[in-house]
């Protein structure tokens, strides 16, 4: 099975910050890395599949990138409504495997 | 519209069975290969089946090869999930999940919360 690493675990930032998620996979993926926002209560939604494509309706201040075992995912100008948990996912290979998830506070 | 509703998840006594269920509507069911995503309370995703399109392949999350089976009806836009030999560490809400472009899950169902509990 590929291992998902992703940090950091929590993450404290202010409106209009630009932060970022690492995710190192333990496998070469080439680009088959997803990421995924959750909010409390709510299923999670795809942000970025294939390591850099925006899913259709995302805003444009996410982005992700990285290929082959490690990836990024990025959100420059963080926006109230962005405060959420993330997750990173393979689906290169089966089982798919998720990262244990990043939650982003405000400071 | 892409839409995914699950149903079927209740509490149940350990030992029990339980059969998910999940109706999709707004796309070619048939067409896309499909998932169930499990997630405990305050804990991260777990993905556990995979269904594709035709119902031909299957995959299992090894932590449930044995407990679980996973099945499609494409002329009822369909998917089902039975789990039996439920134990406490099964309690979580279950996400029917549709795969997308590079094989992402690209769209989620509400899901259904499965409760075991004595």
């Not at chain 2, 995979?50 to 299957?58: A, L, P, Q, R």
Request: charged share 15%.
């Amino acid at each position: 099975d590929i291992q998902m690493t992703q940090s950091p675990y929590s993450l404290s930032a202010s409106v209009g910050d630009r932060v970022t998620v690492t995710c190192r996979t333990s496998q070469n993926i080439v680009k088959y890395l997803n990421w995924y926002q959750q909010k409390p209560g709510k299923a999670p939604k795809l942000l970025i599949y294939g390591a850099s494509s925006l899913q259709s309706g995302v805003p444009s201040r996410f982005s992700g990138s990285g290929s082959g075992t490690d990836f990024t995912l990025t959100i420059s100008g963080l926006q109230p409504e962005d405060f959420a948990t993330y997750y990173c996912q393979q689906s290169y290979s089966m089982p798919r495997t998720f990262g244990q998830g990043t939650k982003l506070e405000l400071k | 519209e892409v839409q995914l509703v699950e149903s079927g998840g209740r509490l149940v006594q350990p030992g029990g069975s339980l059969r998910l269920s999940c109706g999709a509507s707004g796309f070619i069911f048939s067409n896309f290969h499909m998932n169930w995503v499990r997630q405990a309370p305050g804990k991260g995703l777990e993905w556990l089946s995979y269904i594709s399109g035709n119902g031909v392949t299957i995959y299992y999350a090894d932590s449930m090869k044995g407990r679980i089976t996973i099945s499609r009806d494409n002329a009822k836009n369909s998917l089902y999930l039975q789990i039996d030999s439920l134990r406490a560490a099964d309690t979580a809400v279950y996400y029917c999940v549709r795969e997308g472009r590079d094989w992402s899950s690209d769209h989620w169902g509400q899901g259904t919360l499965v409760i075991v509990s004595s």
